[in-house]
């Protein structure tokens, strides 16, 4: 049994989740930090950053819209925060290594009528002389 949960632990999947789990507890902390400290006292509305005291009477109930402010306001600074400083530069990145591994077409194809390998420009096969259609980027 106890080799079976080793097994169990060592499988990569497993493991990685562990790594994601961990590093994403330490991304959230920092992003946190990132908008508590330097966004939230950006955005603040008449020198406030914390609206936790606002709150409106209508009758004898008592609506505190000021924590949902707060929920609102830093939801809304850490999905910023996350797509200005982690989205949009893995997306340059990946568009970067695309670029450079340069999508080239295919060098052969096989032919529909004798399924030979020939060249991905030819426009008739050498083996079975069929017309091919157009050559076209896969």
């Given at each position: 049994?106890?080799k079976?949960?080793?097994?169990?632990?060592?499988?990569?999947?497993?493991?990685?989740?562990?790594?994601?789990?961990?590093?994403?507890?330490?991304?959230?902390?920092?992003?946190?930090?990132?908008?508590?400290?330097?966004?939230?006292?950006?955005?603040?509305?008449?020198?406030?950053?914390?609206?936790?005291?606002?709150?409106?009477?209508?009758?004898h109930?008592?609506?505190?819209?000021?924590?949902?402010?707060?929920?609102?306001?830093?939801?809304?600074?850490?999905?910023?925060?996350?797509?200005?400083?982690?989205?949009?530069?893995?997306?340059?990145?990946?568009?970067?290594?695309?670029?450079?591994?340069?999508?080239?077409?295919?060098?052969?194809?096989?032919?529909?009528?004798?399924?030979?390998?020939?060249?991905?420009?030819?426009?008739?096969?050498?083996?079975?002389?069929?017309?091919?259609e157009?050559?076209?980027?896969?």
């Amino acid at each position: 049994m106890l080799k079976d949960f080793k097994t169990f632990i060592m499988r990569g999947n497993v493991v990685d989740l562990a790594v994601g789990i961990v590093v994403g507890s330490a991304f959230g902390t920092v992003v946190k930090a990132l908008v508590s400290d330097l966004i939230t006292p950006l955005v603040s509305i008449g020198g406030k950053t914390n609206f936790e005291s606002l709150h409106t009477r209508i009758g004898h109930s008592i609506f505190a819209y000021g924590d949902f402010l707060n929920a609102l306001i830093a939801f809304l600074s850490i999905a910023a925060a996350v797509f200005f400083f982690v989205v949009r530069p893995v997306e340059a990145v990946n568009r970067r290594l695309k670029r450079r591994a340069g999508d080239q077409p295919p060098a052969t194809k096989e032919c529909p009528e004798c399924c030979s390998t020939i060249a991905f420009a030819a426009h008739r096969c050498a083996y079975c002389t069929a017309v091919l259609e157009e050559a076209t980027a896969a």
